[in-house]
């Protein structure tokens, strides 16, 4: 645990839990990296009144290995969860306690937690205090997964896990020869083709999701 300051006391965690969750609520999430958007969003809440840059919070990017995405005033760490699979939820109870020993104070941010995995997670939600972590205090913040028009889940995280097992090289490959498929299958009328090609492309993607959710994490 870090040396306590003046800025690193429960006001100043309350602020920061409650920004995140302003953070969550949002409808939709601007573009880009999303942990350097929610440093961003947390920096202008807790610093809007502050006449000077001495009065001024820090909230920065983890540099830390191990350590949270985010940190405020070097003592308040905001974890920021993406992959939510039975593996890394088992890592995660591995590397908290070895996490919560860097700071005073600890969040846990999950970004677009997707149904199947909720119950696992407020069971973690319940297993974790701040007593038990040793910290001054704990708090968890979740991100529901978003839905599209037809209330269908959209898996993002399964998404990024297929990109990032391919590689972006066989990602452009793979779309290369689709899309000759789908332009010679268009231009000869050959309908079935292009009907096949797509009936091909469902298969593969959730073959590959399957193995990726009964692989163990690398």
Partial sequence: MVPTDEGDG??????VVESVRSWADRERVPDG????????????????????????DVVALGTQRGGCEIVVNGAIGIRFVTDFN???????????????????????????????YQDGWR??????SAPRLGLHDFAFVVRAQPTDLDGVQVDVGTIREVVKT????????????L?????????????????????FLVVWFVGVALYLRRAPPG
């Fill in 86 to 116: 039975p593996g890394r939820m088992q890592r995660f109870d591995h590397r908290l306690p070895a996490q919560s020993d860097r700071y005073n104070y600890l969040l846990v941010y999950l970004h677009e937690l997707p149904a199947r």
């Fill in 10 to 15: 429960p006001e100043t965690f309350e602020a």
């Fill in 123 to 128: 069971i973690r939600q319940r297993k974790f």
């Fill in 179 to 199: 899309a000759t498929f789908i332009v010679s299958a268009v231009v000869s009328e050959q309908f079935e083709v292009l009907l096949l090609t797509f009936g």
């Fill in 33 to 56: 990296d999303p942990v350097r958007r929610l440093q961003h969003h947390v920096e202008q809440d807790l610093n809007a009144g502050a006449e000077t840059e001495w009065e001024e």
């Fill in 166 to 177: 391919l590689g972006f090289i066989r990602m452009v490959l793979l779309v290369l020869i």
